[in-house]
């Protein structure tokens, strides 16, 4: 079984811009779940989708959002990009839900925003 | 707001010992705790998830405890091995409001041939 894949691993954009990172779960799961892992602040959640209605969100402004399509598949965009945003954005998904389930992680997308 | 803490940040070990990881957890209303490591440059690969009604799990030279009581977890590391060397990391689910999975620091762990 093929298991969760992100796009693309390393990404490099300027302050302003906007960017799309993209993760396909394992076949069957319906809960994707997305964090932010820096040095500083450790791992922090940004949010948990499931079937396609965004069910958690963490504590990080308006500018990060995402969404879920029918497939499971995910994407979290971040508008107006700024240096603090650097960081590993990894994706994980479900069975049911991290409330229930394990979770099971992708490599991760490198962001560095200069 | 719940806080997870792993002491220590840092661990050497030579190949063949025991070890005990530790994790605590400042609010014991929790719904789950689960333990992960990751290598170098990689996402978390799940070790162990351990329910709120559950005392321990295990998973082959893995075992993890959990104390809600007491807000801490252990996960004990038999015969350890060079490939178990990575960052091993612990987080719990809180049963109110925000569903969200809180992490430690994590340990870095280290198995010295």
């Known amino acids: 079984k093929a298991g969760v894949t992100q796009t693309p691993r390393y990404l490099i954009k300027t302050r302003g811009q906007q960017v799309t990172l993209s993760c396909s779960p394992i076949s069957g799961h319906r809960s994707v779940s997305w964090y932010q892992q820096t040095p500083g602040q450790g791992l922090q959640f940004l949010f948990e989708?499931?079937?396609?209605?965004?069910?958690n969100k963490g504590n990080f402004p308006g500018r990060f959002s995402g969404r879920q399509f029918s497939n499971s598949r995910s994407e979290m965009n971040v508008s107006t990009l700024e240096l603090g945003d650097s960081a590993l954005y990894l994706c994980?998904?479900?069975?049911?839900?991290?409330?229930?389930?394990?979770?099971?992680f992708g490599n991760g997308t490198r962001l560095t925003v200069t | 707001k719940q806080e997870v803490t792993q002491i220590p940040a840092a661990l050497s070990v030579p190949e063949g010992e025991n070890l005990v990881l530790n994790c605590s957890f400042t609010d014991s209303a929790i719904y789950n705790l689960q333990w992960f490591r990751q290598d170098p440059g990689k996402g978390l690969t799940s070790l162990l998830l351990i329910q709120s009604s559950q005392r321990e799990q295990t998973s082959g030279r893995l075992n993890a405890s959990l104390d809600k009581s007491s807000g801490r977890s252990t996960l004990y590391i038999a015969a350890s091995q060079p490939g178990d060397s990575a960052t091993y990391l612990c987080a719990v689910i809180s049963n109110f409001g925000n569903e969200k999975l809180t992490f430690g620091t994590g340990t870095r762990l280290t198995i010295i041939p």
């Open positions: 994980a998904s479900s069975l049911v839900g991290q409330r229930n389930s394990p979770l099971h």
């Open positions: 989708y499931f079937s396609e209605t965004q069910r």
